[in-house]
């Protein structure tokens, strides 16, 4: 069910309908009980992981109340499927072996940093009696279930005894909603069925297309992902659950190292606290910027088993590095009249990057840089011209485009006007994504 669909808008009311008229005492349960019909509706024999990953968490949480030296153990056992599914094969056809085309389950590494996440967090606390229903809620709660925002125990567990369905919550959270509908259907989506030829062979094209699809992926993938942040978010604040903020107006990031405190906020802080803090405290003081490095590496590994992500990860490592070691954050903070020429000037860089994000392969990747940087200069088409409309209004609206913001600022419209009007947004939408669902692009990672 993707959220964009009539499919899951049903299942979201008849959500919202248990959990209303459930006694308090059940409404965890409920809850779990919901997340295992969504997760499984994507495919029968995903009842059986999300199930190992709550029994995990349970028996984890208990080991830990035994002993602390059983986490090393536990990060690496609760790894092993992740590892198992995610990069067998990409191991095996780097030794020259056909891969096995296993299959990624979807969510599961959004699932196993939650669950790794949840560990080290109960193992540094003093806590111990373990409420398994809010462990198993933890895990398994459908609205971050399948792409995030990844969580942290002591943020989100202690809200879970005050769950509950209000008129008050649907209204606060459903323009939030509304806004994420429109990012996914009407820009991620139309964007993304413009550039999918030209990364699928860029040999082919010249260079405005080819230009103009770099950029066209850097607002699909923002739009589509902030998308599903944003109805994450408002979809567990209509249950009375606060979820953290996953973006923050990315794209006005005037360097890479500032971008990343405002992309995917939640793998970028779980990454500070859980790798890079880590290893700065082994490396100490010799080496300072070999963390940045590997900090980035783990991402772009994270995100993809291909070289290509690897590589991705490698270039955003060593720029960050360049840019910490000559100061240049300093720099444009002591000289803001540049400010607006850097954040342009990163912008691109970021979209040139991103050719290896989206390609196929480093080879594929390689193909578009050739094609690109042979400035072939053809005929600038009417699509060409509809992608970039749509890539300058999202950037001209970026600065608005977050939680707070879009809460506060509807939240001063009254109800009975703002109700109908983002509900029709909505089904809308809806409608219009029923004709041709598009996955959401982070569902691959």
């Not at 999300?50 to 690496?76: M, N």
């Not at 390609?359 to 690109?372: K, N, R």
């Amino acid at each position: 069910m993707y959220f964009q669909l009539p499919s899951f808008l049903l299942f979201l009311l008849i959500a919202l309908f248990i959990v209303k008229i459930s006694k308090p005492s059940f409404r965890i349960f409920a809850l779990i009980l919901l997340s295992i019909v969504f997760y499984s509706y994507w495919d029968v024999g995903y009842f059986f992981i999300l199930i190992f990953y709550i029994v995990l968490g349970a028996v984890a949480c208990h080991l830990l109340t035994l002993s602390k030296r059983y986490l090393s153990f536990l990060i690496v056992f609760s790894l092993l499927p992740l590892i198992f599914y995610k990069y067998t094969d990409f191991f095996l056809r780097s030794i020259g072996v056909s891969g096995m085309g296993i299959a990624l389950p979807l969510g599961i590494s959004f699932i196993t940093f939650s669950l790794i996440s949840m560990m080290v967090d109960f193992s540094r606390s003093s806590v111990k009696k373990i409420n398994y229903s809010d462990v198993g809620l933890y895990i398994s709660f459908f609205p971050h279930l399948i792409a995030g925002p990844i969580l942290r125990t002591k943020e989100v567990v202690p809200q879970f005894k005050g769950i509950h369905v209000s008129w008050q919550n649907f209204v606060y959270n459903l323009p939030l909603f509304a806004v994420g509908m429109i990012k996914k259907v009407l820009i991620a989506d139309p964007i993304g069925g413009y550039i999918a030829p030209v990364f699928n062979d860029p040999l082919s094209h010249g260079f405005w297309d080819l230009f103009i699809a770099s950029l066209g992926f850097s607002i699909q993938i923002y739009c589509d992902f902030s998308a599903y942040s944003d109805m994450a978010i408002a979809i567990a604040g209509m249950f009375a659950v606060r979820f953290p903020e996953n973006f923050r107006s990315p794209y006005l990031s005037f360097s890479l190292s500032e971008m990343w405190k405002r992309w995917h906020m939640t793998l970028s802080f779980w990454l500070r606290d859980y790798l890079f803090v880590p290893l700065v405290r082994y490396f100490g003081k010799g080496l300072v910027y070999l963390p940045i490095l590997i900090t980035m590496l783990v991402s772009g590994l994270w995100h993809g088993a291909n070289w290509n992500f690897i590589i991705w990860g490698g270039l955003q490592g060593i720029i960050m590095v360049i840019d910490n070691y000559i100061g240049f954050g300093k720099f444009v903070k002591n000289n803001p009249h540049f400010k607006w020429f850097f954040i342009i000037v990163n912008f691109f860089v970021w979209s040139f990057l991103a050719i290896l994000f989206r390609s196929d392969s480093a080879s594929s990747a390689w193909d578009y840089y050739q094609s690109l940087l042979a400035f072939n200069v053809g005929d600038f088409s009417a699509d060409n011209q509809s992608v970039l409309i749509l890539v300058l209004i999202t950037l001209c609206v970026h600065y608005y485009d977050n939680v707070d913001f879009i809460r506060k600022h509807a939240a001063k419209i009254p109800a009975f006007l703002s109700v109908p009007v983002f509900i029709s947004i909505i089904v809308g939408c809806s409608m219009v994504a029923a004709q041709h669902p598009e996955s959401f692009y982070y569902f691959d990672f």
